[in-house]
């Protein structure tokens, strides 16, 4: 077998995001109401429970059937689980609809810092730099709803992957650290407990707070007029 990767520009792929259906009626509002400010090019927002439900089905059959698998160190009853819990599904998908990647996170709304928390982000083994692109739609995904993180857990083997992405990460956790127009501040402190019930982020007895994501500029985006997904 050829081992070598496919590379894929933007020219050839879209972003699709779809609101869990299994939430409950008053957050699901709430989560369209937040996804509705993002205006990024190549990003279709699917109003339609259906399409998530496919695509949760596709993901189990390609895992089953593929020798591209999608998420290769994560237990599959875990994949299914984070289907079921996540707010929202991002999908990568080429122009032929082949799917290339994907990712479920959270909007954390209620928080004094208001965060995204990826529980999953997944990439077709035979292209490039797919969680790449993933990461980056979901920068720009945070600082268009004014959200001031990005926090995920991350497998070991993939903790090289995100530093190489600017994000911190110490044991199995990763925070961006990016500022625009913000500040981050450093705070010396014997009891870390107040600070972290104020989105503080601590580590020993220093806490970090992030105000603001960096508001990327990214290359790729399409001008042209996208199609909705079809099935």
Known sequence: MNSEKINISTSDYNFY????????????KKIQEEISKIDISNLINLNDDSQYISTVQEVQTTRLFSEYSFCKNIHPDDIDTMFNKGHLLLEMRLDDNTLVGFSIFDLKMKDINKHIYIHLLCANSKYKKVGTELINIIKQI??????????????????????KLNFKCYKDSCILEKVKNGKIIVVNTNSTTEFIEKGYECIDNKCVMIYKIKNMNLNG???KTLKRRKY
């Open 17 to 28: 995001i779809s609101v869990n259906p299994h939430k409950k009626t008053l957050l699901k």
């Open 142 to 163: 945070t600082s268009q709803i004014g959200y001031n993180e990005i926090q995920l857990d991350t497998v070991t083997d993939a903790i090289n992957f995100y530093k």
């Open 221 to 223: 985006g399409r001008n």
